[in-house]
């Protein structure tokens, strides 16, 4: 290794432990706030207090929020995830022509700006008459994770030895039943890291929402927008520092089972 | 033999008919939209947007934010994935929690964090001023260098995880190899290593570039209406002014982009893929 080798090495790693704080300091001040006495967000808090974890009980129109989000989240994560998982299979296996263009199709959603496809979505609903807000906004989220679970599927089904599902069928089992139970728990690393960005992202989506929701079906993301432009304290630093545990434990459970970095990388 | 391809070509069906109907079909009758009016197929909506110098002004400002999100992340990510793909036990442990965990935050929180921090009487400028580098408060919220670290902050993790995974997979022999060959490190870098590392760059780059010419959450929250970009035009239109051919013109431009970045970056992907 020559000095400039070394050099480089040395600039790399104080850019990737700068990236870490980078990344870090939201949160930090996100937990700091949520223990500060005071109404106003001050960095340092003048005094430390659990005020705003009391207050949370009495804002019943967040908890809405919370349980329409989670709920949205996890339904259409589980929806995609078995729509993806056939897709995948098709274009990984199949051998017809355009399945290139399938993939990239079915990632797309990805990169397309998320207001247009609300406003796209709001304008389709309205013509095929649908004006159930939890279901339009179902059917969006649906958009929001199906592309993150085709992307890992994509890549780790790539890499899969599909003749283990064949000597499956040959030992008797049923196409449907190899893939479940020789496929999904060998790919459940790809499983747990799509499912966990999917539900991530449906969880923090609001262009596509803010055009589908209703008065009474509001998700967190908008609830938060519009808590904060009428009173500003720090209850949803509060809120959020709980929602950040909770990742916490989704982050160890992970850890424990399939380890941090299959999981991250599917 | 075809018969069993043909099935398992099927199994495409339900995914891809449902992104057909509830995403590819609604956004073509708004691109269709957009170029209809009373009289017949016009440009006319778009002939306006373009005449206009405002319109004109926020598509730039909205271009060059997202260029220069992308490249400030691009700084940041490109050396952090290669000391990730170096590091092992805790420090691993301590990166990949570090891309992971921000993302719990959401995004509203996140950039109502970076308004805080860039106040006037925020954390930044008490330490700019305890340092001794500036007496008064910097001027920081609602400008634009805010709104791109801020969004940089935000997207990150998008552009840090493509670059590992290619890093990763890297096969480390070849610098190593071009080095006991006596190339220096300049030319070892320029010549093998970031050839070889492009593809996670071009992935990484156009994914944050597309999330950043869309975003709309965080420069509401730290820029505020002053300085208008596409989508925060778009949202006025259809929630505030409720003027829909402007809201569909302005979509279709937006989307417009959008779709050259991902055309162009599988493009460019796929002639990277075929050289090496």
Redesign the interface.
């Known amino acids: 290794m ?1 000095q ?2 070394r050099i ?1 090495r040395a ?3 104080i ?2 432990l ?3 704080a ?6 930090f ?2 937990v700091a ?1 949520s223990f500060s006495a005071s109404p106003v ?1 001050t ?1 340092p808090p003048p005094e430390w207090s659990l005020r705003w974890y009391v207050s949370l009980e009495r804002r019943s129109g967040l908890w809405d929020a919370v349980v329409l989000s989670l709920n949205l989240a996890f339904v259409s994560t589980v929806i995609s995830l078995v ?2 998982t ?2 995948s ?3 990984t ?4 022509r355009g399945r ?1 263009a ?1 993939a ?3 990632v ?10 609300g ?3 709001l ?2 609903f309205r ?1 095929i008459g649908l004006r159930d807000a939890y279901v339009s906004l179902l ?2 989220h ?2 929001i994770t ?1 592309p993150f679970v ?1 992307r890992t599927l994509l890549a780790s089904m790539a890499a899969f030895d599909f003749s283990m599902i064949d000597a499956a069928r040959t030992l008797g089992m049923s196409y449907p039943k190899a893939i479940l139970r020789v496929l999904v728990p060998n790919l459940a690393p790809a499983y747990l890291t799509s499912g ?2 999917a539900f ?1 992202a449906s ?2 989506n ?2 596509i929402s ?2 589908l929701t209703d008065a009474r079906n509001k998700t ?2 908008i609830k ?2 519009q808590y ?1 432009e009428e009173q ?1 304290d720090p209850s ?2 509060a809120m ?1 520092s709980g ?2 545990l ?3 434990v989704v ?1 160890v459970f992970g ?1 424990r089972t399939v380890g ?2 299959r999981m ?2 599917g | 033999m075809s018969g069993r391809i043909d099935r398992v070509a099927l199994l495409a069906v339900p995914g891809l008919a449902y992104l057909a109907v509830i995403y590819a079909l609604p956004l073509l009758m708004l691109l269709a939209k957009s170029i209809q009016t009373a009289e017949g197929i016009s440009f006319s909506e778009y002939r306006a947007f373009f005449a206009d110098d405002y319109n004109i002004r926020v598509l730039l400002r909205t271009l060059r934010v997202a260029a220069l999100t992308t490249l400030l992340a691009l700084i940041f990510a490109y050396p952090t994935a290669f000391v990730m793909s170096r590091a092992k036990g805790p420090w691993l442990t301590v990166f990949l929690v570090a891309m992971v965990l921000p993302m719990s935050l959401g995004v509203v929180v996140k950039a109502f964090a970076w308004s805080i921090l860039f106040r006037a009487n925020g954390f930044i400028n008490s330490s700019l001023q305890w340092i001794g580098l500036t007496e008064k408060p910097v001027r920081m919220l609602f400008t634009e260098t805010a709104l791109v670290v801020g969004a940089a902050n935000v997207f990150l993790p998008f552009m840090v995880l493509p670059i590992y995974a290619v890093v990763r997979q890297m096969d480390r022999a070849l610098p190593e190899a071009a080095a006991s060959l006596g190339a220096g490190p300049f030319f070892r870098f320029f010549n093998v290593t970031l050839p070889l590392t492009l593809p996670g760059v071009v992935a990484g780059s156009a994914f944050t570039f597309s999330m950043a010419i869309s975003m709309y959450v965080i420069p509401s929250l730290i820029v505020g209406e002053r300085q208008q970009t596409l989508s925060m035009l778009i949202a006025r239109s259809f929630l505030y002014l409720r003027n829909e051919p402007l809201g569909s013109t302005i979509s279709a431009v937006l989307l417009g982009i959008a779709i050259f970045v991902v055309v162009f970056s599988s493009w460019l992907a796929r002639r990277l893929g075929a050289r090496s």
Do not use: H, K
């Not at chain 1, 980078?22 to 949160?27: D, R, T, V």
């Not at chain 1, 296996?93 to 017809?96: C, L, T």
């Not at chain 1, 797309?108 to 496809?117: D, Q, R």
């Open positions: 020559t400039t080798d480089f600039l790399s790693w850019v990737a700068g990236c870490v980078f990344l870090m300091l939201p949160i001040i996100t706030a967000y960095l729509l993806g056939l897709a299979i098709a274009v296996r199949g051998n017809f290139e399938i990239t199709f079915a797309s959603p990805l990169m397309m700006p998320g207001l247009v496809v406003v796209a979505l304008q389709f013509e059917l969006g649906i958009v199906l085709m966990l960005f991530l969880m923090d609001y262009p803010i055009f967190l993301p938060m927008l904060l500003p949803l630093a959020s929602l950040i909770l990742a916490v982050l850890a941090l970095n991250i990388q």
